[in-house]
């Protein structure tokens, strides 16, 4: 069965840069991109960026243009995502998902907490 | 990207059929058949409820169904139950291999 895998949850200071991974199972890697989504608390889902796990291609939301970095490793079906320079604002659950067009299968999620 | 536009709220009574709106534009939800409905309990992950507009994924219950005509796109869940209770995000590619989800619904089970 599909399964996306993702590491603990994280504390970092502001300024600082976080990498959460993301390990796929269940299905053919390169097949199938790989998007993050991100969700403060409270709020609502917010796209962040893809990455074709087939050619390395990437496409980031406007907003996190800069700061992020989409990542994949074909010879262990993993996916990674940093994000640098945090912000208070960055504190989220950040989830990735197979496929861009419909996300159908999630990972459990990685709760990122930015505080000094 | 805008998010697109949802109800923040809706409820009804075990039995009741309810419906949940997402307005996008042209260039999201009324450009592109790739629609997709997103169940989330709390504290846990998105769950995909529809697909392609009007697709469902094998085991969601056929109470769960979607449409779309023009740029807003419909959730209707008949035969509420309890289980429903839940908060339901709209999602749209929106071209150039982007992707924008709405505000979010609360579904109340009164």
């Known amino acids: 069965q599909v399964q996306l895998v993702q590491s603990g949850a994280e504390v970092k200071k502001p300024g600082a840069s976080v990498k959460v991974s993301c390990k796929a199972s269940?299905?053919?890697?390169?097949?199938?991109?790989i998007s993050w989504v991100r969700q403060a608390p409270g709020q609502g889902l917010e796209w962040m960026g893809w990455i074709s796990a087939y050619n390395g291609n990437t496409n980031y939301a406007q907003k996190l243009q800069g700061r992020v970095t989409m990542t994949t490793d074909t010879s262990t079906s993993t996916a990674y995502m940093e994000l640098r320079s945090l912000r208070s604002d960055d504190t989220a659950v950040y989830y990735c998902?197979?496929?861009?067009?419909?996300?159908?299968?999630w990972g459990q999620g990685t709760l990122v907490t930015v505080s000094s | 990207q805008s998010a697109l536009t949802q109800p923040r709220s809706v409820s009804g009574s075990p039995g009741q059929s309810v419906t949940i709106s997402c307005t996008g534009t042209s260039s999201d939800v009324g450009g592109y058949n790739y629609v997709s409905w997103y169940q989330q309990h709390p504290g846990k992950a998105p769950k995909l409820m529809i697909y392609?507009?009007?697709k469902r994924p094998s085991g969601v219950p056929d109470r769960f169904s979607g449409s779309k005509s023009g740029n807003t796109a419909s959730l209707t869940i008949s035969g509420l139950q309890a289980e429903d209770e839940a908060d339901y995000y709209c999602c749209s590619y929106a071209g150039s291999y982007t992707l924008v989800f709405g505000t979010g619904t609360k579904v109340t089970v009164l």
């Open positions: 998902a197979r496929a861009l067009t419909t996300p159908d299968y």
């Open positions: 269940g299905y053919t890697f390169t097949s199938y991109g």
């Open positions: 392609d507009v009007s």
